[in-house]
């Protein structure tokens, strides 16, 4: 007999991972996505091992973890080249018990959505939360053009601009601009060899990170006003702002002329969220907690919250409890890597040149001291564990800090 009815709203990583988390635990699931295709919007997305971890429990760990493309040194520079700190792959697997793998947002996607039956995925449905389900034990009710659909369960991942979010928390201010703007591209590998790094100068940072298909990812950041688009494009703006960077950024630069330059105002929640959920409804990911890209844990967390709420959100669990502990579980957590993402991105993007001169200081110094200095600081987050068995000889229980 087909399990209680889960609505997902919205097909992106976090969705469709949440869609695959539930539908393994027995709900009967729908995803409802406005788009036509589930061709994503982005480029390159780094996973850490805690959103590894998260994956190993709908069984896609490994395969994603066969994806890793960075296995050597790399780290950070100057935009002169001068290396500021060093980083040493094998020296982040040890500590944190796995890699970081960089794929193209479309490969997640694919994999992801893969592990749900034919039929769950409907695109071209743009969805609005008509009832929450807060009152009497009342189902809630999602409105679509082809009409009402009743749920025991929605789930809202419809990103930073959430509609459900604004049903379910009117008052609440939303996402405010985190004070710097992203440019990302994905273009073939250069001729020279290159290590991967992050590129810090006075109020902008340049990223360029391998895929494993031979194609690079990279991005650039810089500390600018909101909402406003280069006039001659966005190619000519990256240009201007990193053209005589140190190698390969000015070859990353014209290889990427005449594509796609994905520029994005980022947009964080600097105000939480009291919950992430209302009645029978649960808000995961951007549409909860919107942070800055600088730690790399956007999609992270978004794939953490949902093996977190299908651990909660069984089909005989109450859901009232179920949900309440969901929010206990990660409104502490989020909130924690939404404000350290915050305080790394005005570190990153700091344009004064004698606190510049001083932050490379501080951090060559740090590197002084070996690998451990620098990856300490994501200790707190990329030492996650989901609240289940990520293996059967360790069982774990949910992580409600960061």
Known sequence: MAGPRAVVIGSGIGGLTAAVALHQSGWQVTVLERAESL???????GLAPNSLRALDVIGLGDEIRDLAAWQG?????TPRGRWI?????????ERFGGPLVLVHRATLIDRIAAQLPA???RTGSPAKLSEPGVTGGRRAVVSTPDGDLEADLVVAA????????????????GPVYAGLTVWRVVVPAPDRPFEPHETWGAGAVWGTQPL?????YAYGAAAVPEGQPAPDGEHAEMLRRFGDWHHPIPAIIAAAEGGPVLRNDVHHMATPLPAFHRGRTAVIGDAAHAMAPTLGQGGNQAIEDAVVLAFHATPTADLATALAGYSADRVPRTTAVVRKAARVARMATVANRPVVALRTGLMSVASLFGPGVVLRTFDDIANWRPPQHTYASEPQTPTRTA
């Open 39 to 45: 061709e994503p919007v982005g480029a390159g997305i």
């Open 85 to 93: 700190q060093r980083m040493d792959a094998s020296a982040a697997r």
């Open 212 to 216: 494993k298909d031979g194609r690079i």
């Open 73 to 77: 040194d790399g780290g950070m520079r």
């Open 158 to 173: 419809d990103g930073i601009d959430s509609g459900v979010r604004r049903t379910l928390f009117p008052e609440h201010p």
């Open 119 to 121: 039929g769950v995925i």
